[in-house]
Nanobody, 125 residues
């Protein structure tokens, strides 16, 4: 079982930056790839970024590529999402998630089993 808790959301002006954190309870955190997803009002949840269990590979949605960076610290059981050059269309609830399988990285939402409660990010124009 993996429990995830996000933090770091808030209100920021367009062009600003935020760093989201996701702390995991599992002692096997380093065995899991981790992903970030977001859901805006009235829209479906969408993939944002993913990182392999050892941090050796990352993957981004085209909409955030070059602006967001996913990273992890396995010693702290934490994954981060650094968000720069934020736009109003980045406004959403952001969720971190872990797949059902260890040593498996994916961008597909339905393959993730463990989810945090979400943190709100609001970007004003």
């Amino acid at each position: 079982q993996v429990q995830l808790v996000e933090s770091g959301g808030g209100l920021v002006q367009a062009g600003g930056s935020l760093r989201l954190s996701c702390a995991a309870s599992s002692g096997t955190f380093s065995s899991y790839a981790m992903g970030w997803f977001r859901q805006a009002p009235g829209k479906e949840r969408e993939f944002v970024a993913a990182i392999r269990w050892n941090g050796g590979s990352t993957h981004y949605a085209d909409s955030v590529k070059g602006r967001f960076t996913i990273s992890r610290d396995n010693a702290k059981n934490t994954v981060y999402l650094h968000m720069n050059s934020l736009k109003p269309e980045d406004t959403a609830v952001y969720y971190c998630a872990a797949p059902a399988r260890t040593y498996y990285s994916t961008a597909t939402s339905r393959e993730y089993k463990y989810w945090g409660q979400g943190t709100q990010v609001t970007v004003s124009s």
